[in-house]
Every structure is written in structure tokens, then in C-alpha cells.
């Protein structure tokens, strides 16, 4: 291996010059980060695609560098670096309070759902898509699972087995043209209670007009 090549699995070091070989982490880098902004709105579907065929296949960082150039910087962490996507989220929880993920927060690659008798909601809406699909492995036991979802984002139950569960699953049509963002894959088992799958609710100015909560804001 020459002088210029990043070793396997290691991030470059910032600052590194553009002509040195980008390595499977540098590219896996890029991939967040594109998806995290077309997530965000500033990215279209199209380019999304072009642009994650470019990063699979760039050689060097500066291929890299140009992709993302044109992007805020990614989220940072106390600690002043980028926010790292994580592989595996778990979540114990046991005959306790509410539990619930809301506002803009960053969507793992896995989700692990370790719950017995506790309330868990899961609000989509607002959260940071890292990538085209999530896996919930849910191993729950009484209350209710809510997801609340969005344009763009679909459930599939197949995977999971109810046992004196209730599914309830409300789809409200997209806009023609609206591109998948987020595939969710429900897997597992959850026992008692029930799992709902829900838009947001509608505010109280779009009650009056009768216009569903999805059409809010371009959400």
C-alpha cells in the first residue's frame, strides 16, 4: 500500500490533502451526511441518488470534499466534533413513566425497544433520517407503542407478531410525487396493548380548515 492510502476502516485526519485515497469510513462519512441533509430539505431525491453513487465510487477525499461542499457543517456534539450516527440504540425500560423521542433528534440504524409496561412514542417527524431505512426490533410487553410519521416515511408491520395486541395503522395519502424518505421496519413481538401508527395531529388553525397535520410547513 503506498503513502497516500487510508488504511481500511480509519476516518482520514481533517486537513488531509485532497489527493490522498479515501478509505470505506471517509466514505460512510459522506453517506451520513448527504442523507442527513436531504432529510433536512436541502437535498432532492435525484441528487441524493447522484450524489451517493459519487460518494460509493470516489477515490480520493477531494471527490469526497466536493459533494458536501456546498452543505452546512453536520451537527456538533459538546465535545465541538461532528455527531456520529449510531448503530444500535437499546432501550430498557420496566414498570416506569413515559418514554418518548420527539423534536429533531438523530435516527440510529437500529433501534432496540427492551420495554415492559411503559408507554413508548416515537415521533418521526422532526428527527434527523441518516439513512433509507430503520429497524425497530421491539420486545414489548403492555402499554402502547405510537410511531408518529410523516411524508415520506412508511411502516412496515409484517415482522411483527401481536399477542392480545390491537394494530392500528392510519395512512393518510402524500402528495403525488412524494419521494420515500424512510422505510421503518417494525420486527419482534409485542404482547397486550396496542401499537398505533399515526400522522401528527392537526393543530387547532388546521382542525378549522379540516387540512390534515401532514400538509403543515411542507411537512
Do not use: Y
Not at 487510508?6 to 485532497?18: E, F, I, T
Not at 410487553?141 to 392510519?170: A, F, N, Y
Not at 396496542?194 to 392537526?202: A, E, H, L
Request: proline fraction near 6%.
Amino acid at each position: 500500500m503506498s503513502a497516500e492510502n487510508a488504511p481500511a476502516g480509519k476516518r482520514s485526519a481533517p486537513g488531509s490533502p485532497p489527493g490522498l485515497r479515501a478509505s470505506h469510513a471517509d466514505r460512510d462519512r459522506v453517506v451520513d451526511v448527504l442523507r442527513i441533509a436531504a432529510g433536512d430539505g436541502l437535498l432532492t431525491a435525484d441528487e441524493l441518488d447522484e450524489r451517493l453513487e459519487a460518494a460509493l465510487s470516489a477515490r480520493t477525499l477531494g471527490e469526497l470534499a466536493v459533494l458536501t461542499a456546498d452543505l452546512p457543517a453536520a451537527p456538533a456534539t459538546a465535545g465541538g466534533t461532528a455527531a456520529e450516527v449510531k448503530d444500535v440504540v437499546r432501550i430498557e425500560q420496566a414498570f416506569s413513566g413515559r418514554i418518548e423521542r420527539t423534536g429533531r433528534w438523530m435516527l440510529p440504524r437500529r433501534l432496540e425497544l427492551a420495554v415492559s409496561w411503559c408507554d413508548v412514542t416515537l415521533d418521526l417527524t422532526e428527527a434527523v433520517i441518516t439513512q433509507d431505512t430503520l429497524r425497530i426490533d421491539v420486545a414489548m410487553g403492555g402499554k402502547t407503542l405510537t410511531l408518529v410519521t410523516g411524508p415520506g416515511i412508511e411502516v412496515d408491520t409484517d415482522g411483527l407478531t401481536l399477542v392480545h395486541c390491537k394494530l392500528r395503522h392510519h395512512r393518510v395519502p402524500a402528495p403525488l410525487g412524494t419521494p420515500t424518505r424512510l422505510r421503518v421496519e417494525l420486527v419482534g413481538r409485542k404482547a397486550h396493548g396496542k401499537v398505533v401508527v399515526r400522522p401528527p395531529r392537526r393543530t387547532f388553525g388546521q382542525w378549522l380548515r379540516r387540512r390534515p397535520a401532514a400538509d403543515s410547513a411542507g411537512n
